[in-house]
């Protein structure tokens, strides 16, 4: 069983940039899938970023394309959220996820990814 453990979080003001961090627990991490996902009060979770494991290849939300940035390091077994430029809709619990079947590459689709963390909040003042 993967444990993911997200930190990074916190409250902001807009425009400010904040990086998020993952720490996975086995070092079959290096294999999978990794991604992160979002969720607003009232709203369903938004897909946000995903890498593959050797970081050849990324994906991004539309809301956050060109603003976040996704990154890993297989040594540390760690995967980070670079976040920059936020906005107060930024504001939301993200949650950290693993797809341990690389091989259908990277998916928006929350329902693909097998564990998950259980999340950081995200809060950006306006």
């Known amino acids: 069983q993967v444990q993911l453990v997200e930190s990074g979080g916190g409250l902001v003001q807009a425009g400010d940039s904040l990086r998020l961090s993952c720490a996975a627990s086995e070092r079959t991490f290096s294999s999978y899938i990794m991604g992160w996902f979002r969720q607003a009060p009232g709203k369903e979770r938004e897909f946000v970023a995903a890498?593959?494991?050797?970081?050849?290849?990324?994906a991004y939300g539309d809301s956050v394309k060109g603003r976040f940035t996704i990154s890993r390091d297989n040594a540390k077994n760690t995967v980070y959220l670079q976040m920059n430029s936020l906005k107060p809709e930024d504001t939301a619990v993200y949650y950290c996820t693993a797809d341990r079947r690389p091989f259908y590459g990277l998916r928006s689709d929350p329902r693909a990814y097998d564990y998950w963390g259980q999340g950081t909040q995200v809060t950006v003042s306006s």
């Open positions: 890498i593959t494991w050797t970081a050849g290849s990324t």
